[in-house]
């Protein structure tokens, strides 16, 4: 039973895993292919100060978000970790 | 006192730090050696990491080559695919090979694929992309030497070769961080200088990634605005628009230096030196970071260095400038063949157009928008110093990280993993000190007689690794089908596909003359240009992998239990204290 469980446990563990990297990705793709290259006409239209958008996107922004990225991944991921382990010590009370 | 001298002192006194901090940092284990005892505070990590990543090429030419090159918005596939591999190295694949905690890329993937023929097809792999790298490195280090020291570059390579050959040799990957940890520091302060005050001089703010957004010092017009105005008015096509080749073509570049990043051995071996798995996620972030500082200041150094250029170029009444009237740095860079003036139809003006008939304007090399401006922007000598220590650093930094990558495939996968297993720990780091002198020799021997292939080096090293290694890490970490055979076969097509793809656009190792269907784009393959197409050969690479997997014999046990345990969650960091942040 505990063995039953402890499969589970790491199921959902790695699914989660596999959902905030699919979601983080998805944003990593919008802002660089997406806003920088492929929508980067339209996002032009629109201006940041000096900047059209979509340039701005290509240059700046892209980097900026590919920042914010890692670090969300990185406590998101210490998150995960820390309340799996905090999960096995219950199980086994 | 003298420009010259001043430099010599500047650049002096950083080789002498960089040599005291080798010798405080030996390495005096295998472990020390290849990964640094795992010692290293991620955000020290970061910091080498960024040093490692950002070469001669990323210091003295981007800011050029996105100006002049690729005009612009073009350009912005190498600030997107340079950082974004970032994205991609620090989610799928820094963690799970700390946590597999050896010390190279293909002892990964031996063990990952149980094969000794994967192994040593890995170090060919490793060994083709770094070494094209490293010969950019070494021909960086002759070329700033001669250019500020007024050495010759024979000279400069020599100095180069022998502060390397130091602290690699001596310290191996622990003295070579900490001293990437100095040279990031010079090479951040080198390149940022210049770069806050031109961004004040033309826009009165300080931080130029805002400045690029501003109007123009005691004016309503943007900057942008005025330098697509300027150069749609001498001929040019728009900065902030003009596409590199195709929408396509963009995707494919960008893509291609993004896993090709993501897939270079000298960058992942890093991640290698942190304590945790955890660390090596935040230190991926950190490293960013401590790029995104140089990656988003270049396109302003980018734009604001050649609307200066034009503007010299234009007098105030509208007419170009006359031959007698160019300023100072203008007739210094001339000197250097960097710059070239040909006054065609001898009105004694210098007329800069985009069409070759008219432009007089001959010459105006990539290297000129980062090298001139603290001259442009009439900085004091010492500036001018330091860029030069800034250009030596950033070379020096990565030839040492790519120096290393070689080595330890030499001494670890070749020798102690496949063909002398029984080696002790001594006889280990003594074989890898004397691989590491052999690189360096080596590398010193092809900078000074570049083969013919160097023209084309850092964009090729990035089409081999993101066809070769970044498929193979990637299908070993996540897709548990993926076997020996296929994971060889997928390599070697990949390498193979991307490697004929540039020969026969370029010349066979780029001997002129010997490309069998032209350099012109009607040939392309859907317009995607040579050095865009690693995606490609990755692709592939994904295709014959998974086929050839399909039909021959599934991975044993011992796969499946590695890859349990490298997605095994691992300890957690312990809870930060109330109140600090993390």
Sequence with gaps: MADDKNVARRQLFAAKVRSLMLRLLIVWFVVSFGFGILLVEPLNEIRLGGYKLGFWFAQQGSIFIFIALIFIFSSVMSRLERDYVDGGKESRK | MSLTLLTYLVVGFTFALYIAIAIATRASSTKDFYVADAGVHPIANG??????????????????????????????????????????????????????????????????YYSDTARVVAVICLILCSVTYVIGQMKGVGVAFSRFLETDYETGLGIGMFIVFFYAVVGGMKGITYTQIAQYVVLITAYTIPAI??????????????????????????????????????????????????????????????????????????????????????????????????????????????????????????????????????????QTGLLKVEDLNGDGRIEYTADPETNELTKLDNDILVLANPEIAQLPNWVIALVAAGGLAAALSTAAGLLLAISSAISHDLLKSTYMPSISEKAELRASRIAMAAAVLGAGYLGLNPPGFAAGTVALAFGLAASSLFPALLMGIFARGVNREGAVAGMLAGISVTLLYVFQHKGIMFIPGTSFLGGMSPNWFFGIEPNAFGVVGAVVNFVVAFSVSRVSAPPPNEVAELLDFLHEPSAPAPKAPPGASH
């Excluded at chain 2, 090429?57 to 690729?70: C, D, E, N």
């Excluded at chain 2, 918005?73 to 994205?87: I, Q």
């Excluded at chain 2, 961004?199 to 130029?208: H, V």
């Design chain 2, 47 to 112: 910091m080498a990491t960024a040093a490692d990543w950002m070469s001669a090429a990323s210091f003295i030419s981007m800011a050029g080559l996105i100006a002049l090159s690729y005009n612009g918005y073009g350009g912005s596939v190498f600030l997107m695919g340079w950082t974004g591999g970032y994205v991609l190295l620090a989610l799928l694949i820094a963690p799970y090979l700390r946590k597999y905690g050896k010390y190279t890329v293909p002892d990964f993937i031996g063990e990952r």
């Design chain 2, 197 to 334: 005050f031109i961004s004040l001089q033309l826009t009165g703010n300080p931080f130029p990634q805002l400045g690029l957004g501003s109007t123009l010092a005691g004016s309503d017009v943007y900057l942008l605005d005025k330098l697509d105005m300027i150069l749609v008015d001498l001929g040019f096509q728009e900065y902030t628009t003009t596409l590199r080749g195709s929408t396509l073509n963009m995707m494919a570049f960008t893509a291609s230096l993004m896993i090709g990043t993501a897939g270079l051995p000298h960058v992942i071996i890093r991640f290698f030196t942190v304590p945790s798995v955890a660390a090596a996620r935040r230190s991926a972030g950190w490293a960013l970071v401590f790029i995104a500082i140089l990656y988003t200041t270049a396109p302003a150094i980018a734009a604001m260095a050649r609307l200066n250029i034009v503007d010299t170029m234009q007098q105030s009444d509208g007419q170009a400038l006359l031959v007698e009237d160019r300023p100072a740095w203008f007739e210094n860079w001339e």
